[in-house]
């Protein structure tokens, strides 16, 4: 199966675990994906707020270029849900709004682009993963079954949610990733909170009112003994695992849970080593978790100790981007 | 004749028609009942100055200056809960988008309670419009500056340092091949500017 691809600027720094990890886990379901190319962000939250035409044209270039690379149809996938959002959201505006449209292909013309609204079919990763491969397909994959593994699968908000094109899921209480979950032997824990928001960008706008959503879910899974939360969005992830230990600090809690991607796990369960799946990367870490269904932890980083006479210094970046 | 239907129809555009004619395709304003369910959904409600309820009743009675200086619009975390539950369809996620819009057009987002939200999303646009790629490291550093030096501190020594440490963060924006494509297409979008 190929399909075009959307990356999004996220998947190549802050969740660079949710891209190998989707690369490996493609390259096991034999889905092939080609990358638009030269893409440039989705504008994410920020454009809309600010200016509407651009904003428009900005995702507008992405679903011209998508469409010119013509891959299977046209079908886009989006991993990022905002990026997934914000492609769709464009296409479906454009396709109602004449005028709206007319104006976006004005602005592309002007750099020799032009978009048909309609004519790219922009989908998120999980919805190619559950209705394309299929779980029996996935079901075949799994040798390492993630039994006894507690999970809380955490879909978010833009997922399913304007619903602006037919969802492929429930907007208020989806359950597609519980089933995947299922299928790799993992036990899904009830998470009411699941289509809760994370708070988005608000963690910079207004960081005690971002917290204090953040509190919520993590409060959610914790209750339900979850051992890990599981994702789909880079944002998502960020916020519930780059957050926590501020989360621990303002209200006294002591959450300790582990916010992995769902391609990660699957890896996990088709075998592949945690080291190939972005292990490690996360601030929370998973070693407990991964312990637990008896898979490797990956290897720690070293700590260098500073000659005597040498300065303290702070680490550098890992070197290992693989 | 005050009673002929045309007469009365033609009259300056209202705060109301703005509104609607900023957003685009039909956001359905009118059909709001004040029923309340986007207020109730929303998880950022509770440190609105305003529900979305209230805010379409003050946009009904025309009350542009205490709509466009609510923070109501800035804490719309846009998760879409209000839209997909409200029973009359309207749009009301894309109505806080032109609510933003509109209150840094006429600079009233200032005396709000979130007069920085409208600087976050021009840093993050900044880089994009001359990168083609968002820049995390830049806009931190760089919006931070110069709202919130001791969130600058704390983003550098802790979470900053991690996310570089874990390889999470580019320190360096990535330019597209396209840029001048790019920037000639956002130009010309500025140019036509106006509503759909």
């Not at chain 1, 660079?16 to 994906?33: K, Q, R, W």
């Not at chain 1, 104006?103 to 309609?118: F, I, R, S, T």
């Not at chain 2, 840093?123 to 500056?145: C, K, M, P, Q």
């Amino acid at each position: 199966m190929k399909y075009g691809y959307y990356p999004g600027c996220s998947m190549e720094r802050n969740a660079i675990a949710y891209h190998h990890s989707t690369m490996a886990v493609a390259g096991a379901l034999d889905i092939e994906l080609q990358e638009v190319e030269d893409w440039n962000c989705c504008g994410a939250t920020e454009y809309f707020s600010l200016e509407l035409l651009p904003a428009y044209a900005l995702v507008g270039r992405n679903l011209a270029l998508a469409a010119n690379q013509s891959v299977n149809g046209n079908q886009l996938i989006a991993p990022c849900s905002a990026c997934f959002l914000n492609l769709a959201k464009t296409d479906h505006y454009m396709s109602t709004s004449p005028d709206l449209a007319d104006q976006v292909n004005e602005a592309l013309a002007a750099g020799g682009l032009h978009y048909d609204p309609g004519s790219v079919k922009v989908r998120h990763l999980l919805d190619i993963v559950v209705n394309d491969v299929g779980f029996p397909a996935i079901a075949e994959k799994v040798t390492k079954p993630l039994y006894n593994l507690r999970v809380a699968p955490y879909y978010g908000c833009l997922i399913v949610r304007p619903g602006t094109q037919k969802s492929f899921d429930d907007p208020e209480y989806p359950t597609t990733m519980d089933t995947l979950m299922q299928t790799l032997g993992a036990e899904v824990v009830d998470f009411p909170l699941k289509a809760h928001c994370c708070g988005g960008h608000m963690t910079q706008i207004s960081e005690n009112v971002a917290l204090e959503m953040i509190r919520r879910l993590l409060k959610n899974a914790a209750d339900y003994e979850a051992d890990v939360i599981v994702t789909l969005c880079p944002m998502c992830q960020l916020n519930l695992d780059a957050y926590q230990d501020s989360v621990n600090k303002l209200f006294g809690t002591n959450f300790n849970i582990p916010i992995l991607y769902f391609t990660q796990l699957m890896g996990l369960a088709f075998g592949m080593r945690a080291v190939e799946l972005g292990f490690g990367k996360e601030f929370v870490s998973a070693t407990l978790a991964l312990t637990k269904i008896g898979a490797e932890p990956p290897p720690k980083p070293k700590k260098k100790r500073p000659a005597k006479g040498e300065l303290p210094m702070p680490a550098m970046p890992e070197e290992d981007n693989q | 004749m005050a009673t002929d239907p045309a007469a009365m129809r033609a009259r300056a555009p209202t705060f109301f028609d703005e509104v609607v004619a900023n957003t685009p395709g039909n956001p359905r304003l009118e059909m709001c009942i004040q029923c309340g369910t986007c207020g109730g959904s929303c998880p950022s409600g509770p440190d609105m100055d305003h529900t979305p309820r209230a805010l379409f009743a003050m946009i009904e009675a025309g009350m542009k200056d205490a709509v466009l200086r609510s923070n109501s619009p800035w804490y719309c975390v846009s998760c879409y809960y209000c839209m997909v539950r409200c029973p009359q369809e309207v749009h009301i996620t894309d109505l806080m988008y032109t609510l933003k819009r509109m209150a840094i057009q006429e600079g009233l987002y200032q005396e709000s309670s979130a007069a920085t939200a409208p600087e976050f999303s021009e840093t993050f646009i900044d880089f994009v419009e001359n990168y083609g790629r968002s820049f995390e490291l830049g806009l931190a550093t760089r919006y931070h500056l110069r709202h919130n030096p001791m969130g600058a501190m704390k983003m550098a020594t802790s979470l900053g340092l991690g996310m570089l440490r874990k390889g999470r963060m580019e320190l360096n924006p990535k330019r597209i091949k396209g840029i001048a494509q790019l920037k000639t297409i956002l130009t010309k979008a500025k140019e036509i500017g106006g509503a759909a």
